[in-house]
């Protein structure tokens, strides 16, 4: 079946630093790949996603590519700020989703990150 | 983006008692609604997929006598937990996405504990 590894967390970093979150899954054909964020208190949000092998997804300084050969779709961001600090989750859907199940979503576990003043 | 709201965001409740989660869509009509559980640390697994008008599909190992999901209308999904049991607390969340568009969007979620 499909599956969704995410990195361990927590992450801890101070405000500035580089930013990567590790993921890789296992899925037959080409699914979709996406990254979730929840803030405190709030519900996941999409923070972006990306669709077909070599695609990058980007939103808010963050982005990830889309990486067939390797099955990885790692989260990066070049410079965190406090406000990001939430949990991360990596996410696919698979290829041929449809009928009763559409659009099922397999997460990984959820990384925490803490960015620091 | 759209807004989906789910109601209580925390319910404590008495073992033997039955616990109603609501799911609402307030911007767009939902033909589709998920159901998800995630333990503590853990991550959030699928319980059902409930389409309006239709009985709810669930996933392999979740009792569906014990979580009845009913999704009424387009903007409405309720998920209820009968009898709940102390290993029935954890944190629930919904989703909701529309015909033809593939993005999901989340509830806040509900922290059910039994006692």
């Known amino acids: 079946g499909n599956s969704v590894t995410q990195m361990e967390g927590p992450v801890t970093l101070s405000e500035e630093a580089f930013l990567t979150i590790n993921c890789t899954y296992t899925?037959?054909?080409?699914?979709?790949l996406f990254w979730y964020v929840q803030y405190p208190g709030e519900g996941l949000q999409l923070l972006l996603k990306?669709?077909?092998?070599?695609d990058k997804g980007s939103n808010k300084g963050f982005e990830a590519t889309y990486r067939k050969e390797t099955t990885s779709f790692h989260l990066e961001k070049g410079s965190v700020q406090v406000s990001d600090s939430a949990v991360y989750f990596c996410?696919?859907?698979?290829?041929?989703?449809?009928?009763?199940?559409?659009?099922?979503?397999?997460f990984g576990q959820g990384t925490i990150l803490t960015v620091h003043p | 983006g759209a807004v989906v709201s789910q109601h209580p965001s925390w319910v404590i409740c008495k073992s033997g008692t039955s616990v109603k989660i609501e799911c609402r869509s307030l911007?767009?009509?939902?033909?589709?609604m998920f159901w998800y559980r995630q333990f503590p640390k853990q991550s959030l697994m699928l319980m059902a997929t409930?389409?309006?008008?239709?009985?709810?599909?669930?996933e392999q190992g979740v009792e569906k006598d014990k979580f009845l999901i009913n999704h009424a209308s387009l903007t409405l999904s309720t998920l209820t937990v009968t009898s709940a049991h102390p290993e029935d607390s954890s944190f629930y969340i919904c989703?909701?996405?529309?015909?033809?568009?593939?993005?999901?969007?989340f509830g806040a979620g509900t922290r059910l504990s039994v006692l």
């Open positions: 989703s909701a996405t529309w015909r033809a568009q593939n993005i999901q969007y």
């Open positions: 899925a037959t054909g080409y699914p979709s």
């Open positions: 990306a669709t077909k092998a070599d």
């Open positions: 996410a696919l859907r698979a290829a041929n989703a449809g009928g009763t199940s559409y659009g099922k979503l397999t």
């Open positions: 911007d767009f009509q939902a033909t589709t």
């Open positions: 409930s389409n309006e008008g239709s009985k709810a599909t669930y």
